[in-house]
């Protein structure tokens, strides 16, 4: 079974950039048929879609965020990485790694734990 463990500081200062990336095992980041995503929830809110990058390394992303967001990958590590920019507190939240099944209509078939993210000075 496919396992993501995201990783990265859990407290970035405001005007600075958020950076996390996401390990997978037990399944490769080029397979095809998966895109791989980020998903976050705020305090108190529902989960929110950022973006993704697919097996073959195309990108797309929410377009709320799409002017500060910034997912790459490492296929060597079978990583992928989130970076977001200019981070205010509204940005603090949970933030998840996701494994997409594009073949089952974008299903969300694999979940990192998620990690903890303070945006503060």
């Known amino acids: 079974q496919v396992q993501l463990q995201e990783s990265g500081p859990g407290l970035v200062k405001p005007s600075q950039t958020l950076s996390l990336t996401c390990t997978v095992s037990?399944?490769?980041?080029?397979?095809?048929?998966?895109?791989w995503s980020w998903i976050r929830q705020p305090p108190g809110k529902g989960l929110e879609w950022m973006g993704a990058?697919?097996?073959?390394?195309?990108?797309n992303y929410s377009p709320s965020l799409k002017s500060r967001t910034s997912i790459s990958r490492d296929t060597s590590k079978n990583q992928f990485t989130l970076q977001l920019s200019s981070v205010t507190p509204e940005d603090t939240a949970v933030y998840y790694c996701?494994?997409?099944?594009?073949?089952?209509?974008?299903?969300?078939?694999?979940w990192g734990q998620g990690t903890q993210v303070t945006v503060s000075s």
């Open positions: 996701v494994r997409v099944d594009s073949g089952s209509y974008y299903e969300y078939d694999a």
């Open positions: 037990s399944g490769s980041i080029t397979t095809s048929g998966y895109d």
């Open positions: 990058i697919t097996y073959r390394g195309s990108t």
